[in-house]
């Protein structure tokens, strides 16, 4: 008897592009027509077995649910449909918003409550806060959201080139930034936070930098496009939910 794996079948459909929540919408729309229509069968005289049989012939054969479904492009999340515009834009947009968040709420904070004492040193409580919040402007936000958007075109089945594309320019930016803690005074001044953004080669001098600093920011750019090389590498979702499904 020919019958529909469902699981497989939601597989198929989403390595094809198509949105999760349509993937499950169809798989249960499939399972309920084929409920549907064992009970037909079965109210016409047949016995379970026959029922079952008659019932997955109606349906159709796998190949052909899933020729049909995918053949319906607005099932098809953002990321399939429009994929060269998500992968290079998407991460740009989402890195911008991290920052914004990050310096609004992190550094606007510290800024506002961390005022300097009359010794010119930061609050003690708050200088742990502040170097997280530094750190993760200079070293996290970039590859995590680079890691973010890889599994998600992994999971989609996008082809590896845009969103690498886009990861290269994500980091671009990203590891641009440097980022400083000023605990105590320094000329009289009292401490204080400064973010700065720039590579040494660009053109204009008010984004150069010294070269040591380009040297570590291509450092975390290589380090952050090896992590979506090898996330696209090694990474097998699918095979890994047929084998539990199996």
Partial sequence: MRVVDFRRLRIRLLKGGVAPKYAERT????????????????????METEARALAFSALGDEDSLVSETLAKKELMSWSRRYTKSFYLLAPLIAYFFL?????????GSISDFAKPGPDGELRESLILFARTVLFCIEYLITPLLAL???????????????PLIGILI??????????VLREVVEGGRGGGIRLTWG???LPW??????????????VRVLATLALAYLSFR???????ESGQDS
């Fill in 27 to 46: 798989v249960l729309e499939l399972r309920g027509h084929l409920e549907d229509l064992i009970k037909q069968e079965q109210q016409n005289g047949s």
């Fill in 99 to 107: 920052m914004f968040c990050f310096i609004y709420f992190g550094i």
């Fill in 148 to 162: 973010a958007f890889t599994l998600l075109a992994i999971r989609r089945n996008v082809h590896m080139m845009w």
């Fill in 170 to 179: 994500l980091s671009f930016f990203g590891s641009g930034f440097e980022t």
């Fill in 199 to 201: 590579w040494s080669f």
């Fill in 205 to 218: 001098r008010m984004v150069q930098i010294p070269w040591n600093q380009t040297t570590e920011q291509l």
């Fill in 234 to 240: 090694y990474y097998r979702p699918h095979e890994a």
